[in-house]
């Protein structure tokens, strides 16, 4: 079974600054690592899948690594703005035919101006 | 292009009654994902339908159902309701199972008291 944990829970950074958001997963027989963001009461958007191939995706200033062997990805934030402000959630499918997403519990993320 | 649509945006129900949840998933897309988003638990996988048949369910009880129709879209039963059933019920849609994002739509609010 699929497990998804995201260090830390929540980060509190001053704008400007770049940062780095941290997400484990216990089973690596994973197709996909996805990474979205979540503002309050609304639904998600996707931010960045990185297939199990990949070991990096970049979006702007979003940069989401995979390394499938020790089962951590993580999602680097260049020059943090207001905007940022928000959950970021991870989620990694488990492979073999389950392509349903397991959900760590979200990093809040608190940009101050 | 649109995106995920549900509807409706809220809907309150009392303890006992049964709710219907509505998915459209983005033009082309066959998967149809739901995820249950509960206070203080996380979101966690209900039940993945492709090309019309349901693929795999979470770990929730036989109450909890659904369906996809020839045109991709799908909705959510919940019968019996009970006051933990009390979440934000998201729908997500891919292209494809395999190496294809999940969209996520806004999200129903369920309120059963």
């Known amino acids: 079974k699929q497990e998804v944990t995201q260090i830390p829970a929540a980060l509190s950074v001053p704008e400007g600054e770049n940062l780095v958001l941290n997400c484990s997963f216990t089973d690596s027989a994973i197709y996909n690592l996805q990474w979205f963001r979540q503002d309050p009461g609304k639904g998600l958007t996707s931010l960045l899948l990185i297939q199990s191939s990949q070991r990096e995706q970049t979006s702007g200033r979003l940069n989401a690594s995979l390394d499938k062997s020790s089962g951590r990805s993580t999602l680097y934030i260049a020059a943090s703005q207001p905007g940022d402000s928000a959950t970021y959630l991870c989620?990694?499918?488990?492979?073999?035919?389950?392509?349903?997403?397991?959900f760590g519990k979200g990093t809040k993320l608190s940009v101050i101006p | 292009e649109a995106g995920v649509t549900q509807s409706p945006t809220h809907l309150i129900k009392t303890r006992g009654q049964q709710a219907t949840l509505r998915c459209s998933p983005i033009s082309g897309h066959t998967s149809v994902y739901w995820y249950q988003q509960a206070l203080g638990l996380g979101l966690q996988f209900l039940l993945w339908?492709?090309?019309?048949?349901?693929?795999n369910r979470g770990n929730f009880p036989p109450r909890f159902s659904g369906r996809q129709f020839p045109n991709y879209s799908s909705e959510l039963n919940v019968n019996a309701l009970e006051l933990e059933d009390s979440a934000l019920y998201l729908c997500?849609?891919?292209?494809?199972?395999?190496?294809?994002?999940?969209?996520f739509g806004p999200g129903t609010r369920l309120t059963v008291t």
């Open positions: 997500a849609s891919s292209l494809d199972p395999l190496f294809y994002e999940q969209y």
């Open positions: 989620a990694a499918d488990s492979g073999a035919g389950s392509y349903q997403l397991t």
């Open positions: 339908y492709d090309e019309g048949e349901e693929r």
